[in-house]
């Protein structure tokens, strides 16, 4: 904790616990919480018990010493060190008490040598003791925050009676205990002793052992927190596969049903209508022939009305005549051969409903598995057993002029074949890459044999198949996280830039705690150097960051005093350039910073809205954009003949030539594929691709350097694989990305 930090907190580091003031008398209990003595003391009458005293803070036991007597307990010096510098600190305001004549006075001094405070009229006396005369006495008023770090190296002196301003110089291991040279000829004599100094060291190298061994357990378990979150993920993921196949393999079979249910009613309403059809012609031909007869009857009845007798016994042949055939002899019947009428029923298919029901769609299934995904082939069972695809990842890799074995980004494409004829699903697959952005599948299938397919990157059209072949992007998983909310080795306070050299270290500024800390690829803490101030080797804002050419020193944007320092690898300082203002050497507010192909470095210069190249040494030498160029750039990295800017104020990436000739910009602000909402730091990948920390849409989209989408991760959340402002990122060796999040204070790894 820096000097003014501690001031700062002065009150909350000299206030005791249990009373809730100003120590007094401070001692310490082997749990390392210290409390006033008299607090102590109260404890102990009141727990009923007399050989242990339980800790206020942490509830742990400890034995009281043998003696029996609490104040044989250690002393905290450092917290009469600091009750010191709160005396100094208040001394105007309340005063503070001479060590000699007890007078309270605010014109004090403070003797170095004595640890003491003298009023006005007592340094005299001190002063002209010859014994004193070396002794360094400063005025309270005087004191500057040196002096205030003195007084807290101040040594500690012995409590014993009669051993006043003996300082402790020896350590009894008998005793385990910290005394003076008379203790040594009194009290311990005949005891193991050694060195107080010594015994410190002893200690130190002790305590790193125990630090060294419990960071690596907490890494341990971190680790294994981490593989038990992507234990979870995988089996939330697996969940949602299951489910997904029983909805898939539910819908077919209500797609059958429907189908069935379909064609059921469809022949149905066919027989239906030839029925009617032929039930409507009959009933036509019988109404014509009801007209008729109708008619006829009409006729006869007006004839009977108008005719006399001899007419009508004359009817016979006439009644024939209006008749005709329509007139049937009495006790006959008229001929309508009428159809039996037709039953329609529905038979239920009671042993498929039966099944159903016995059996189920499908059963559900849970096995450990001792081979990972990448190590097994995919197999299958045909459509018939609820197995309506396969679906396999091929990753591909190349090798360079050296015959070694590179990863290719671009050659890993997920493939998944489902069989369009209920034939047997492939069971292997050898992928091998055309050169041209395809890639030729071989792959064998239960009932075709040998098939052989050609499948593009990124499109959904397979030639000479009998399968239907669907591409899915590239994704990227989680692998690793580590650090949280904090101040200590290993945490962050709002992570900001990522950088890494050749051995895969990685360097982490942190805005909230002014340093930079180095952590290996599996995130095991390294070192840290830095510190909040505007001194060499201190930090106002440390953000941007990154290793020199040669792996060997590190560059960091020291932001809010604009300027850029450089470190060694192990954090010494060793230069700096930049000062605050408009002039081609100076900076203002500078964020971002990469290191170009012939070891310059590229500075983005936020103040001045420009992006400014310096020299290793510092000496400017060229800048790119001007007055409109650029609203708010934030970083900027070279790439091939190209440098590529982002700019969070118009939400877009600008691409220059190395000569800075504007060349095209894409990405507007917007929250679908493609757009952006603050982008920050850049980085190009092993394929070639460009990715970009989009900090508030809390993802990371990945271009073709022509400003093409390819792909994206991340959504909002603290969770794994999850991102909250992410600010940064860099490229392992193998490939991998690894992730700064401002908001969750931690570094994710993807891969």
């Not at 500690?156 to 385990?176: E, I, N, T, W």
């Not at 005394?179 to 002790?206: F, M, P, Q, W, Y």
């Not at 990295?637 to 691409?655: A, R, W």
Request: charge should be neutral; charged fraction near 25%; proline fraction near 2%.
């Amino acid at each position: 904790m820096d000097i003014k930090t501690l001031l700062n907190n002065l009150h909350e580091e000299v206030s005791c616990s249990v009373c809730m003031t100003t120590f007094t008398d401070p001692k310490m209990l082997p749990c390392l919480h210290s409390f006033c003595l008299h607090c102590l003391e109260g404890i102990l009458r009141t727990s009923g018990r007399h050989d242990v005293i339980k800790c206020p803070e942490c509830r742990r036991e400890s034995r009281v010493p043998g003696s029996g007597n609490l104040n044989d307990l250690p002393t905290n010096f450092r917290i009469n060190s600091l009750l010191d510098v709160l005396a100094i600190q208040e001394c105007s305001a309340t005063g503070v008490k001479c060590g000699n004549c007890d007078k309270e006075s605010s014109r004090s001094f403070y003797c170095f040598q004595c640890c003491a405070f003298w009023c006005d009229d007592c340094i005299t006396g001190h002063n002209i003791i010859r014994a004193n005369k070396e002794h360094r006495v400063l005025a309270i008023k005087d004191f500057q925050d040196q002096d205030i770090e003195d007084v807290l190296k101040r040594p500690a002196f012995c409590r014993k009676p009669g051993h006043d301003r003996k300082k402790l110089k020896f350590f009894c291991d008998d005793c385990a205990e910290a005394i003076c040279n008379s203790c040594v000829a009194t009290i311990h004599d005949g005891h193991v002793k050694i060195l107080l100094e010594e015994a410190a060291n002893e200690r130190k190298a002790e305590a790193k052992s125990v630090i060294e061994s419990q960071r690596k357990m907490a890494q341990q378990m971190r680790n294994k927190i981490f593989q038990i979150d992507q234990n979870c993920a995988t089996i939330q993921g697996r969940v949602a596969s299951v489910k997904r196949s029983v909805q898939q393999f539910a819908d077919n079979i209500f797609a059958v049903i429907e189908a069935k249910k379909e064609e059921i009613i469809h022949k149905v309403e066919n027989q239906g209508k030839q029925s009617l059809q032929r039930l409507g012609t009959q009933r036509n031909e019988i109404e014509q022939q009801a007209q008729k007869i109708e008619k006829g009857i009409e006729k006869t009845e007006t004839l009977l009305k108008r005719s006399t007798s001899p007419v009508i016994a004359q009817l016979d042949k006439t009644l024939k005549t209006i008749f005709q055939e329509g007139v049937r002899l009495e006790g006959e019947q008229v001929d309508c051969d009428l159809e039996g009428l037709r039953q329609f029923i529905f038979v239920e298919n009671e042993t498929l409903l039966e099944k159903a029901i016995t059996e189920g769609i499908g059963s559900f299934k849970t096995f450990l598995s001792k081979t990972s995904a990448q190590q097994s082939n995919a197999e299958g069972k045909g459509i018939n057993e609820a197995v309506v695809g396969l679906e396999a990842q091929f990753v591909l890799t190349t090798r360079n002029a050296e015959g070694e074995q590179c990863y290719d980004e671009r050659a890993s494409v997920t493939v998944q074949i489902r069989h369009s004829q209920g034939q047997g699903c492939a069971t292997k697959a050898q992928v091998q890459d055309n050169k041209d952005g395809s890639y030729k599948i071989t792959y064998f299938a239960k009932e075709t044999g040998k098939c052989v397919v050609s499948v593009k990157v990124n499109e959904d059209h397979v030639h000479g198949s009998p399968f239907a072949v669907q591409i899915k992007p590239r994704q990227f998983k989680p692998v690793l996280s580590f650090g949280r909310q904090g101040s200590a080795v290993g945490m962050f306070s709002q992570a900001w830039g990522v950088a890494v050299n050749e051995r895969n270290e990685i360097a982490v500024t942190e805005v909230g705690n002014n340093r930079v800390q180095l952590f290996s690829s599996d995130g095991t803490y390294l070192r840290s150097f830095g510190t909040k101030g505007d001194k060499q080797g201190e930090f106002n804002f440390s953000c941007g960051i990154a290793f020199d050419v040669k792996n060997e020193n590190i560059f960091v944007v020291d932001s809010s005093n604009h300027r850029v320092q450089l470190f060694s690898e192990q954090g010494k300082f060793l230069n700096q350039f930049g000062e605050r203002g408009n002039l081609d050497h100076q900076l203002q507010y500078p964020c971002g910073l990469s290191i170009d192909s012939d070891g310059n470095v590229i500075v983005t210069d936020l103040g001045n809205k420009v992006i400014k190249i310096f020299s290793p040494s510092g000496q400017f030498l060229r800048k790119i954009g001007g007055k409109g160029s650029f609203k708010k750039p934030w970083h900027c990295v070279q790439y091939d003949n190209f440098l590529i800017v982002s700019d969070s104020g118009e939400n877009s990436i600008k691409v220059f030539s190395r000569e800075g000739e504007f060349l095209y910009k894409f990405g507007k602000k917007g929250k679908g594929d493609g757009d952006f909402n603050t982008p920050r730091c850049l980085s190009v990948n092993k394929a070639g691709h460009l990715m970009v920390c989009s900090e508030q849409n809390h993802r990371v989209q990945v271009f073709e350097l022509n400003g093409k989408f390819l792909t994206k991760f991340g959504t909002r959340g603290s969770g794994i694989g999850e991102l909250n402002n992410p600010v940064s990122t860099a490229v392992l060796s193998d490939g991998r990305i690894v992730v700064s999040e401002f908001s969750n204070n931690r570094i994710q790894i993807f891969e």
